[in-house]
């Protein structure tokens, strides 16, 4: 799977530093997928000391994960400086006392930290800007024997209204496309995780015109970040066009948007020795993958 070689990086910090001051407001979905998220970790037996949520964005997860940690250290992470300003803003005087909540500039697929270093890694939306299979090996590596993986992303019908009304219009890239859970759970395990466990859900966001669709996207920064997206402006013709090949979802009044959301956790072998000092791989448990009753 390449579907995520042709992004720019670059372009994807840009736009999510230009996103950092409107991000809250349109980010309705996402928090309540970080709250269904956060839900799962009721169910998970874990004590940790190092926590990290990678991709951290504003922040969101972070106060209900000291709160649910209290002797753990929270590290908010994220590839945009802008985000990190907006997270220590909403953490406050909270943020400041001590070293229980840390924040960090850093990149989900070349992590800053140590061997065996972390407990926890939770991550919200953030593993479909990148390529998964770096992530899993560099959460693999830092994540100590016994730590837990446990993510949210977004799978392949995810925007599909958008994806097909542009491919109405054109034969250009306009929407990123996002790994079926199924190979998701593989690269896990290829990466050395033991009992990978996904699920998904599919979520519509509803609007009455899809520039108010569009405006949210561009206030959450999902912008078009691949390489071979088209760079010059939309003419008139082309985006009239590619508003009424939209209208043929239109039911009750509202244009749909549909994400495709992914689960997943995995653990890291208890006992198991650092993925770089594994010679041959290591064995590891059937993965369990699930759909949601309701997909």
């Given at each position: 799977m390449n579907l995520f070689n042709d992004l720019d990086r670059r372009e994807i910090r840009a736009a999510f530093e230009r996103a950092s001051d409107t991000?809250?407001?349109?980010?309705?979905?996402?928090?309540?997928?970080?709250?269904?998220?956060?839900?799962?970790?009721?169910?998970?037996?874990?004590?940790?000391?190092?926590?990290?949520?990678?991709?951290?964005?504003?922040?969101?997860?972070?106060?209900?994960?000291?709160?649910?940690?209290?002797?753990?250290?929270?590290?908010?992470?994220?590839?945009?400086?802008g985000m990190l300003r907006q997270a220590r803003r909403?953490?406050?005087?909270?943020?400041?006392?001590?070293?229980?909540?840390?924040?960090?500039?850093?990149?989900?697929?070349q992590l800053p930290f140590a061997d065996a270093s972390v407990d926890l890694v939770f991550s919200s939306l953030a593993l479909q800007w990148c390529r998964p299979e770096a992530v899993f090996a560099e959460c693999r590596r830092v994540l100590r024997p016994g730590g837990l993986l446990i993510f949210s992303t977004f799978g392949p019908d995810t925007l599909k209204e958008l994806r097909q009304a542009w491919s109405a219009v054109d034969g250009g890239a306009h929407v990123h496309g996002f790994i079926d859970m199924h190979d998701l759970g593989d690269q896990l395990l290829q990466a050395g995780f033991a009992e990978p466990v996904l699920d998904v859900?599919?979520?519509?966001?509803?609007?009455?015109?899809?520039?108010?669709?569009?405006?949210?996207?561009?206030?959450?920064?999902?912008?078009?970040?691949?390489?071979?997206?088209?760079?010059?402006?939309?003419?008139?013709?082309?985006?009239?066009?590619?508003?009424?090949?939209?209208?043929?979802?239109r039911r009750d009044g509202?244009?749909?948007?549909?994400?495709?959301?992914?689960?997943?956790?995995?653990?890291?072998?208890?006992?198991?020795?650092?993925?770089?000092?594994?010679?041959?791989?290591?064995?590891?448990?059937?993965?369990?993958?699930?759909?949601?009753?309701?997909?």
């Amino acid at each position: 799977m390449n579907l995520f070689n042709d992004l720019d990086r670059r372009e994807i910090r840009a736009a999510f530093e230009r996103a950092s001051d409107t991000y809250d407001v349109a980010a309705v979905l996402q928090r309540e997928i970080a709250d269904r998220l956060l839900e799962r970790l009721d169910f998970i037996r874990l004590v940790p000391a190092r926590v990290l949520d990678a991709g951290c964005g504003t922040g969101y997860s972070l106060p209900s994960l000291s709160r649910r940690y209290r002797q753990a250290t929270i590290i908010g992470m994220d590839l945009a400086a802008g985000m990190l300003r907006q997270a220590r803003r909403r953490g406050g005087w909270l943020s400041r006392l001590g070293s229980r909540r840390q924040y960090l500039a850093g990149d989900f697929g070349q992590l800053p930290f140590a061997d065996a270093s972390v407990d926890l890694v939770f991550s919200s939306l953030a593993l479909q800007w990148c390529r998964p299979e770096a992530v899993f090996a560099e959460c693999r590596r830092v994540l100590r024997p016994g730590g837990l993986l446990i993510f949210s992303t977004f799978g392949p019908d995810t925007l599909k209204e958008l994806r097909q009304a542009w491919s109405a219009v054109d034969g250009g890239a306009h929407v990123h496309g996002f790994i079926d859970m199924h190979d998701l759970g593989d690269q896990l395990l290829q990466a050395g995780f033991a009992e990978p466990v996904l699920d998904v859900e599919r979520l519509t966001l509803t609007y009455e015109t899809v520039r108010a669709l569009l405006l949210d996207l561009k206030q959450l920064g999902a912008h078009n970040a691949m390489a071979a997206r088209h760079r010059g402006l939309t003419g008139k013709r082309r985006f009239s066009a590619f508003t009424a090949a939209y209208e043929q979802w239109r039911r009750d009044g509202r244009l749909p948007a549909t994400y495709e959301v992914v689960y997943g956790q995995a653990w890291v072998p208890a006992g198991s020795p650092n993925r770089n000092q594994v010679d041959g791989g290591v064995g590891i448990p059937v993965s369990s993958i699930r759909r949601h009753p309701n997909s």
